[in-house]
């Protein structure tokens, strides 16, 4: 079955002729007026939209098409609307692109020009609609946050399964940044203790003379400031899990204390004498070398064998194929909805520079600056700009919105074809559109096969 396209034209000899070109390939439906229109997308769905600007009762203006948009995109946001405007009507372009027109076509139309951007538009729908039902299927999941389909992830998505099926103690390996807690509970979630405390401490941001203190408690009297008993963080995770973030940072006397407990699964309180049970999972995790620390004697081995019964390592958002494309579009659904903003989507300028950044803060970073652009954006597309990316692609100093755009399409098809030494399927995938319509933008665009 053809894919639906909605054509939205006063000119009924204009919808007949464009029906006849494209009918080989969609299924088309047609609109002559902005009720008509709102009428059949309600009933039919389609995913791609053509709409003239100029519709009844007011066709020599833009203001009926215009709320059309906005009809169109309240009603299903995901929808790609392409807009045809008259020659010389920039402003109106870039007015219908800010309220969330995919693209325009100025008139005349160019058939070929059309049937590539309609090729695009379906293709770019489909994925983010698959992209919505997965996360749809993942709404509520013990993964809580852990989002991704490529082979590391997978990989990481597969251990967490196994693992949290036993009471051994995990070590989590990765960068800064690449969601350490958000794994530990998602293993804790997934764990036959999902209903029991899930207790987390950073090792690394608690001053030395106070840790021993948090993680085993003390008895009232036993130092200056201790009116009352306490109870550890250890204690506080009786019967769940006890999360020890940054274990590297642990200094050698309290390395002593965590390994008897691991041993023995009982601890002392600070002052006391009383030897207390504690039935609760350990889970670490470290950005640190600690089998170079090991060597220099900073991190005792066998503290090391019992927290590493089952190591995680969770690979760095750079080697993780498409995964920040996809992550980035979650984020922005996330944050936009938490600041009041619909219908904010990533422009093509921000996708191709979320792609070729390298992350070095990872998972945290890409959050960040997702949080800052949808908070600083002022239309309907978050740019490059907008996320702060260094080396991010400008076109602002193009002519028109077609040249930049297409500048933007030339620079793009040429940095897969780099990445991928040539091979025409490969940067096709990863730009996520097919082989036939990536050789029609190489020829379109002079865009030379490598050799």
């Not at 405007?85 to 076509?105: N, P, R, S, V, W």
């Not at 009116?227 to 020890?244: C, D, S």
Request: with cysteine.
């Amino acid at each position: 079955m053809n894919p639906k396209l909605l054509i939205v034209d006063d000119d009924d000899e204009i919808r007949t002729q464009m029906k006849w070109a494209l009918a080989a390939d969609y299924e088309i439906l047609s609109a002559g007026d902005r009720a008509s229109a709102a009428e059949l997308f309600r009933s039919a769905r389609p995913a791609v939209v053509l709409l003239d600007l100029g519709l009844p009762p007011s066709p020599g203006t833009p203001a009926e098409g215009l709320a059309a948009l906005s009809e169109l995109m309240a009603m299903d946001n995901l929808a790609k609307i392409i807009v045809i405007t008259g020659q010389g009507e920039k402003d109106i372009a870039l007015q219908a692109i800010g309220a969330g027109a995919y693209d325009f076509l100025g008139k005349p139309l160019e058939m070929d020009e059309l049937k590539v951007l309609l090729k695009r538009c379906f293709h770019v729908a489909r994925l983010e609609r698959e992209f919505r039902e997965m996360q749809q299927r993942l709404e509520g999941d013990s993964f809580e946050g852990l989002l991704g389909t490529s082979t590391p992830m997978q990989a990481v998505f597969n251990s967490i399964r196994k693992v949290a099926t036993t009471d051994a103690p995990v070590l989590i390996l990765g960068e800064s940044g690449t969601g350490k807690e958000v794994t530990a509970r998602a293993i804790h979630h997934l764990s036959a203790r999902r209903n029991e405390p899930f207790v987390a401490i950073n090792c690394g941001a608690i001053p030395e003379t106070l840790m021993e203190s948090e993680l085993f408690g003390h008895e009232k009297g036993s130092f200056t400031g201790a009116h009352v008993q306490r109870k550890g963080r250890i204690e506080n995770a009786e019967g769940g899990t006890l999360f020890l973030d940054e274990i590297g940072e642990i200094s050698p006397m309290l390395q002593v204390k965590i390994l008897r407990f691991l041993q023995e699964h009982c601890i002392e309180r600070v002052g006391g004498r009383q030897e207390i049970q504690v039935d609760t999972r350990v889970i670490a995790a470290t950005n640190a070398d600690l089998k170079k620390r090991m060597g220099d004697s900073t991190f005792r081995e066998d503290l090391y064998y019992r927290l590493a019964v089952i190591q995680i390592l969770l690979p760095a958002l750079r080697d993780r194929g498409d995964d920040a494309a996809l992550l980035a579009r979650s984020l922005l659904q996330q944050y936009s909805a938490e600041n009041g903003k619909t219908n904010l989507v990533f422009g093509a300028d921000a996708m191709h520079a979320i792609r070729k950044y390298s992350w070095p803060g990872n998972v945290r970073e890409l959050q960040n600056r997702v949080k800052r652009a949808v908070i600083m954006s002022g239309g309907k597309r978050v740019t490059a700009q907008d996320l702060e990316l260094e080396g991010a692609p400008t076109v602002a100093k193009a002519a028109t919105l077609k040249e930049a755009r297409e500048s933007l399409e030339k620079e793009m098809i040429q940095d897969a074809l780099r990445k991928h030494s040539g091979k025409i399927t490969a940067a096709a995938a990863d730009l996520g559109i097919s082989r036939p319509t990536f050789y029609e933008l190489m020829e379109k665009l002079g865009v030379q096969k490598l050799e």
